[in-house]
């Protein structure tokens, strides 16, 4: 089975999951968009309230964000994949609780086995938590590469952190240079 049916398959499956408390208020399961082909995926923590209400990770103003960071490095969102860690909306867009995370991990393992990315960027602590490890210090460890099952990860900021504290741009766009460099280094059909 190819990558796009393998993944329309899983989403199928995930759309009636019933696994965690937050099935019972989303309006949409958020199972991932963009390239199945892609060698690069980028994990957010979950959906907020505009992506549970199109289905779609990273619509709002966060999403907008992240496809102008996307423009800064040469890439547009069509060219990676985007998932996120849960993929229902926590209530008032509060962090995933460790049940949920733990409930939901096997569709974002799925995702990964299914699109074998060499390059995966968490945006934000809870995901780099869930996948880089789980002491990861975003404020930190931001911007570096550590090897996970094989994969080149690392983490940046959340957009929606950047939109709260503008602060931490110069930050990362120095994280994105690092990406774009170990992109072109790694990822052959990218760029």
Known sequence: MEK????????????????????QSRHNVVFGV????????????????NEDL???????????????????IDLRRQQVYIANVVKCR?????DPLGEEQAACRHWLDAQREII??????????????????SDFRITREHGQFEDVDGVRAMAMYHPA?????????????VDLMTLRSEARRICQHLY
Do not use: H, W, Y
């Open 4 to 23: 796009k049916e393998a993944l329309q398959a899983l989403q199928a499956e995930c759309l009636g999951c019933r696994e965690c408390p937050l099935s």
């Open 34 to 49: 963009g390239d199945p082909e892609s060698e690069l995926m980028f994990i957010g923590e979950g959906p907020g309230e």
């Open 54 to 72: 199109q289905g779609e990770p990273f619509v709002g103003a966060a999403g907008k964000l992240l496809d102008d960071m996307l423009e800064m």
């Open 90 to 94: 926590p209530p008032r867009n509060r």
């Open 116 to 133: 074998r990315p060499k390059l995966i960027v968490c945006l934000g602590r809870i995901a780099a938590a869930a996948v880089i490890r």
């Open 161 to 173: 952190a950047l939109l709260r504290d503008p602060s931490k741009r110069p930050e990362t766009f």
